[in-house]
């Protein structure tokens, strides 16, 4: 009998980690915290801009406030996930595909089957489409129809090409996210919290806040499901509460470029404007030492706080208070899933506070969005970058070693493919398929995460028990959204 005498993580063709020191944490006090987390911000940014401001309302108008018990449990879970995938990264400085890429039956299927995945996903410009429907607004104010397909088209092609232009400025890409999204956060949950303090009744409030529980305190019982529900639309939500499929996975890739743990070791992927940077092709690891684990605690606070201070509250927030506005404004069962979905507030306000008002939430909704679609555009970039730089030895030879060649080749492909996508089916048709692939990427990353974190990383930086059994739930849970989902097709 032969044994596989090759260390365990290079068993699938790539090369194994090398020993280093685990860098010293930072210890913020305060307002430094702001410059210190960043990955759960740019999560926080995107998942806004998905299942908060878009999804959330077309659930919750047509069926009611107590679903909201699904984000609730949808953020929870993946909050947990988050934090088993950053787990990886800061004990190897590797994105977690690298992670799953390790796994038998080997580099190369592996590599394959998630590039399909993200391109399933994030291939689709649904929120260019979707912004620009807020922005005709803004212009026309008159909600769009079928005859003004062909304006979207082209507000949404000007968007995404104004996307590209972003990305290309700069030093770090990850810093230019960071940025963006710290100010999306902090102008949209602070003018959605005004908005709602002022027009939201006091019982619109207490049915957003029992429904985050699933309790219905009109009917004075649980309504977990109600009759009737459109199951794609339900499963989409679930999926698209919080950040939602590829964009959980690439709180890895975000994290690496930031320098969290070994990811200082890494390197990051540099704007074209930035100098050129070297990124390591393979990852570390390091020695179980006292003054090793003290700083491996140290990196666990850090992504604790990024995760459960901002995601995960800021999550949970950016949820309820656009869910309160769209029920206090729109009819109940109000089919809002047309051209016109993201201005369909705007336009309910302004008839009832003024068109200045409802101006300024048909502009505040195509910032909302238009940032979305930057975040999605670049990570879905930044994923197939990082997986062709792990498993093809030719590609990091290419133009000299300069992962930039890489990146901003993918970016201009992805663009073309993005003008043409736009075409094929109404934004909200997109955004529903998106988010349904997300909920079936949940399904596959939770259990392969399981794996990886407790396989291939060393035992002193393992998960605890109750951390693989919430892998697990996530699993299930999502496995049985997408089951209904299927079920009702």
Known sequence: MVTDRRAVEARSGLDPWVFAELPEPPRPRGLEWLGVVGPGVIALGLSIGSGEFLLGPAVFVRHGLTLLWVTTVAVILQTIFNLEVMRYTLATGEPVVTGFMRTRP???IWGFVYTVLYLLQYGWPAFAGTAA??????WMRQLPDASDAGAIYAIGVGIFLAVVAILSIGRRIV??????NWVLVATTLGAFSVLALLFVPSSVWLSGVFGMTGFDPTAGRFVLLPSGADLVLLTALVAYSGAGGAANLLLSNWARDKGYGMGARAGYIPAAMGEKVVLAETGFTFAATSDAMRRWRGWWRVVHVDQWGVFA???????LLPALLYVTFLPRGSDIQG?????ALASAVGAQAGPMLGGA???LGGWILFKTQLDNFEGVVRALTD????????ARTWRGGDVRAIYYAVMVTLAVWGVIALRLAQPIVLLK??????????VIASLHLLYVNTRLLPAHVRPERWRRVALLVMAMFYATFVGLSLSSL
């Open 339 to 343: 051209l016109g979905i993201s201005a």
């Open 175 to 180: 810093r230019t996210l960071e940025i963006v």
């Open 133 to 138: 429907g807020g922005l005709f607004f803004l």
């Open 433 to 442: 398929l998106s988010a349904n692939v997300a909920g079936v990427i949940l």
């Open 313 to 319: 509250c800021g999550a949970l927030l950016g949820m």
């Open 106 to 108: 080997g580099s190369t």
């Open 387 to 394: 997986i062709l730089w792990t498993g093809s030895p030719r």
């Open 361 to 363: 939430i048909a502009f």
